[in-house]
């Protein structure tokens, strides 16, 4: 039975990429057993690591003055590693809020390690709409950084422009949108990313960070957030998410070997705008997000008669079409339509919708 999963995360993994996984899992190019058995030093898998970051290089072009660091603990653990690492005790970072994780990397921040400038950077139109103010994302002089989520998983909003930082570097969490559309990693100090939104299984988290920003982490940082010790050991101070890490390394060969970002942004681009389009065209659902600034991999929805949500769920089930319902902190629907789901699934999607819609008309 084929379900379609619309699951913000963990999520869909490319069907080519878990078969690849199912078929070495047991024995690994012939060495008679499987990589999650293997010792993460031996050199057969630090081929595989070390692979798996040329190719992550590769896909981004990611400059050579940056680290690629794979570590655990997610993105929840670098709102922690950022301060801890780039925060002086007595500095000070501007955080751009644009939704609930940008909100949740400020606070982890402000409340336990030092001064955290608080820039609310969504409005709403008079549509009732909320759009992004790029007018408030303004830096402080004297900042140790500046902090931004490009893509707002739970809220729908993802940002398309970027504040002028000036030589304050930008921090970004990119979660949900890595690899999902062309960026200029050169325009970052670093960026983070968990891997269960849109790359690989939970549980492996990465950091590409500019090398001026390495060396700079509190004495008390625990050893395995300090991204210079972690750069220093080649991420393998302490033993990684060896299994993520070779499934992301999948991941990346299978974007590489279907043409890279640019080809998925476009993908990206279709599916979203037959998605966007449709809930448009009909009053029965409304998005509440201005266009500029829909996400194009999770999409927020709400349905007009919210009493008929869970019949919404449970009908969608029926026809297994599962993780449609948005996340606690804000209730109505989400489509995580991530790189690994195809056109196909979101034609399904807009055909349920469509007659779901017309039943209850
Ligand atoms: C899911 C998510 C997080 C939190 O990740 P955890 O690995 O659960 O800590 C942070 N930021 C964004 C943008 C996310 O989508």
Same mark, same amino acid.
């Given at each position: ?64 003055? @940056?680290?690629? =660091?794979? /570590?655990?603990?997610? +993105?929840?653990?670098? *709102? ?7 925060? !002086? ?57 500046? @902090?931004?989520? =490009?893509? /707002?998983?739970?809220? +729908?909003?993802?940002? *398309? ?7 304050? !570097? ?192």
């Amino acid at each position: 039975m084929k379900v379609w999963n619309y699951s913000a995360g963990p999520s869909m993994i490319p069907v080519p990429v878990m078969e690849k996984a199912q078929k070495e899992f047991c024995d690994f190019n012939g060495l008679g057993m499987g990589i999650v058995e293997m010792s993460h030093r031996s050199a057969e898998y630090m081929a595989v690591a070390a692979e798996a970051e040329q190719l992550l290089r590769d896909i981004m072009e990611i400059p050579a003055n @940056y680290k690629i =660091l794979f /570590e655990q603990g997610g +993105g929840r653990g670098q *709102f922690a590693a950022v301060p801890l690492n780039i925060l !002086p005790e007595d500095g000070f970072a501007d955080y751009f809020v644009t939704g609930h994780w940008s909100r949740c990397a400020y606070k982890e921040c402000a409340e336990r390690y030092g001064k955290a400038i608080l820039h609310e950077c969504v409005e709403k139109d008079s549509d009732g709409n909320f759009y992004i103010d790029y007018s408030k994302m303004q830096v402080t002089p004297g900042a140790a950084y500046a @902090y931004a989520c =490009l893509n /707002e998983t739970v809220n +729908g909003i993802e940002m *398309f422009n970027l504040p002028e930082t000036g030589d304050i !570097p930008l921090i970004v969490d990119m979660s949900s949108n890595i690899l999902t559309r062309k960026i200029d990693v050169s325009k970052f100090g670093a960026i983070i990313f968990g891997a269960q939104k849109n790359v690989a299984p939970a549980g492996l988290t990465v950091t590409i960070v500019r090398e001026d920003l390495l060396g700079r982490a509190r004495k008390y940082c625990p050893s395995i957030f300090d991204w210079s010790v972690l750069a220093a050991h080649d991420s393998m101070y302490n033993t990684p998410n060896s299994f993520a890490w070779y499934m992301a390394g999948l991941d990346f060969k299978w974007i590489k070997d279907l043409g890279g970002v640019a080809e998925l942004e476009k993908r990206n681009c279709q599916k979203a705008n037959l998605l966007y389009n449709f809930l448009d065209s009909t009053d029965f659902y409304r998005c509440p997000i201005a266009k500029s600034d829909r996400s194009r991999v999770n999409c927020v929805f709400t349905l007009k008669d919210e009493s008929l949500n869970a019949e919404f769920l449970a009908q969608a089930k029926s026809e297994h079409l599962v993780g449609l319902k948005g996340h606690k902190v804000l209730g109505g629907m989400r489509a995580s339509i991530y790189n690994a789901m195809p056109l196909e699934g979101v034609e399904v999607l807009v055909r349920y919708l469509d007659k779901f819609a017309k039943a209850h008309s």
